[in-house]
């Protein structure tokens, strides 16, 4: 949800009931800042990519300090380093896995919460564990550790079916962010919107070729799901091995970056676009995928279990 | 389930109030002749791969004359030219998908139940959609088309939890492959089993490889899910340009099947893998999951709605 979730969403999802996070994302801490105003003193985690926040260790202090948010998510790499500062600011330490044995080092550094990402999810994450599965492993890991902390399921939910789903699975809650994406405060172009809309959810791909137009060194086992485009089909396959390809790609990312163009900029997208059939203030979504989440719960236990 | 799902196991998950479906697999008629002989009466169905049977016609029309199944699965690709037959021979059609196109088809010959299969599934299957957003996905296009097919969520569900989570998201039902390698009455050697309750689900992977090795040419856009092994590790990135190499690989295969080497030959797994951790009677495993499903959909209710 980089510079896409800002104070203003991260508002509006906290003061319908959920937890709304600002995207730090890769640690730059005056775009933090503008946007923690934005969030008008409402109570707002923040977002941190963990590798990244490996060469900005300041914004995570200056944001402790100065913002004091309610939450830390560090998601990508690992959170070792930033755990003890986050835990002792008195913020919740929210850390995102996608397998066991980040799982187990999330336990160790003391995770408040476990956000456990499944591949289907939007943007950066990993290709080896889908949700349905992923949830229940990592809760019973959880139990098998003697913890009583929280699992919250992430990849491929976007409305109260996925939120009833992932609780049956054994979650505690939900993280939800590519929903989020096709909401009024989200900071999103009006032509993003109709390319999410448009889509069905088939048509997203792991990939690694935005990072490499813009420069960004993920670690190798971390892709970005977005929606197939132009740009991602023709430059998906190639090895980069001429340099003169990756001038080619840059340019043609930055030029395209400027007009809103998404035939060559990627839209991370989780597989759950297709779910997605309007823009709606981010307040009536958190509102209606929660009704939409209990109704699914009374009815499957007024048809399956009370009829026995 | 090829191989894997004989009379017995289907006899025993259709006594205790599932389905159980003998795995026509590839059209063997004499195999499935003599496995029907071991479902002793019960009301089983079978299942077919499609492109396969489109090979061996007669099987289907003997099978449907001779044995009389409930029901009949189609799975991987065209089932044109078998529903007609299914249809008139009043049993249930049930036609596996794995897309939107797939499901569009699926209801335009006539499908009596549509089966949604995501990737993490075992065995054969795409890499496109996972379970969790593609149920919702399937379940909506039904509707759009005003149809009232059922939908068989499958894909990663191997316990109550992922039956009340495809509940959850609009799923009538659920196939369960997996899980059911691991029941007594499975075709499946002691060391077979040991290799799977060993699993976490993290070590599986999608592959061709097996097809290569045994020579069954498969569409390309299907692979093999299976557990990682020596084998597979191996042979995963290899173009078998070389023809050499192609005879290293059957070789060696072959040899493995002979002494049931797990080392060799791939366990076709979904990612729920690492949620089996005890071989049981079928019969038990169909009460257990029932139950788990009820008693999971009933805390959530008591837990989530009633406080309200």
Avoid at 78 to 87: E, R, S, Y
Avoid at 147 to 168: E, F, H, M, Q
Avoid at 217 to 233: A, E, I, M
Wanted: with cysteine; glycine share 10%.
């Amino acid at each position: 949800m980089e510079g896409v979730s800002g104070g203003l969403l991260a508002h509006e999802v906290s003061s319908a009931g959920g937890l709304g996070l600002i995207a730090g994302s890769y640690g730059d801490y005056e775009w933090l800042a503008h946007e923690w105003a934005n969030a008008a003193g409402e109570r707002v985690g923040i977002g941190f990519i963990s590798w990244a926040l490996s060469r900005q260790p300041a914004t995570l202090r200056r944001a402790l300090d100065e913002l004091d948010p309610v939450a830390v998510m560090l998601s990508f790499g690992d959170p070792a380093p930033f755990a003890g500062a986050v835990l002792s600011s008195g913020a919740i330490l929210m850390i995102q896995v996608q397998t066991i044995a980040d799982t187990q080092r999330a336990l160790d550094v003391g995770a408040d919460v476990i956000v456990a990402q499944g591949t289907e999810a939007g943007g950066h994450g990993t290709t080896n564990r889908a949700t349905m599965p992923l949830i229940p492993a990592i809760v019973d890991l959880v139990a098998e550790r003697n913890k009583n902390t929280p699992v919250v399921a992430s990849g491929g939910i976007a409305d109260g079916r996925g939120i009833a789903a992932a609780l049956a699975l054994g979650a505690d809650g939900v993280l939800m962010g590519t929903r989020f994406w096709a909401t009024a405060e989200a900071l999103v172009p009006a032509q993003g919107w109709s390319a999410m809309l448009a889509a069905t959810g088939e048509e997203t791909v792991r990939t690694h070729v935005e990072d490499f137009a813009r420069g960004r060194d993920w670690p190798h086992q971390y892709t970005s799901r977005v929606l197939r485009n132009r740009f991602v089909d023709h430059w998906q396959d190639a090895s980069f091995d001429a340099s003169a390809d990756l001038q080619i790609l840059r340019h043609d990312y930055e030029k395209a970056l400027v007009n809103h163009d998404y035939d060559v900029v990627p839209i991370s997208s989780s597989q759950s676009a297709g779910l997605i059939r309007r823009v709606e203030p981010a307040a009536d979504l958190v509102t209606t995928v929660i009704s939409e989440a209990e109704a699914t719960l009374t009815r499957l236990y007024r048809g399956v279990c009370s009829e026995r």
